[in-house]
């Protein structure tokens, strides 16, 4: 496999993958689908949230939500 470029986790796998993002004030849930060079595609960004537990919780039920 060849090295991969980004800003994408190492620990990320080849599929649906959700993340907490804050920008200026506000917290959003970032998802991308990633591929197995780890190249996102599909980046999906749903918020704003009023706080960081808030918009964690919503990352948790994306993550457990079936494809």
């Known amino acids: 496999?060849?090295?991969r470029v980004g800003?994408?986790?190492k620990s990320w796998s080849a599929e649906l993958h959700h993340g907490?993002?804050?920008?200026?004030k506000r917290?959003?849930?970032v998802s991308a689908e990633?591929?197995?060079r780890?190249?996102?595609e599909g980046v999906r960004l749903d918020g704003p949230y009023p706080?960081?537990?808030s918009a964690e919780s919503q990352?948790?039920?994306m993550q457990d939500k079936p494809a």
């Open 27 to 29: 917290w959003y849930v």
């Open 38 to 40: 780890g190249h996102a």
């Open 34 to 36: 990633l591929d197995d």
């Open 20 to 24: 907490v993002l804050h920008l200026g």
């Open 7 to 9: 800003i994408t986790p």
């Open 51 to 53: 706080d960081h537990d």
């Open 59 to 61: 990352a948790r039920r």
């Open 1 to 3: 496999m060849g090295e």
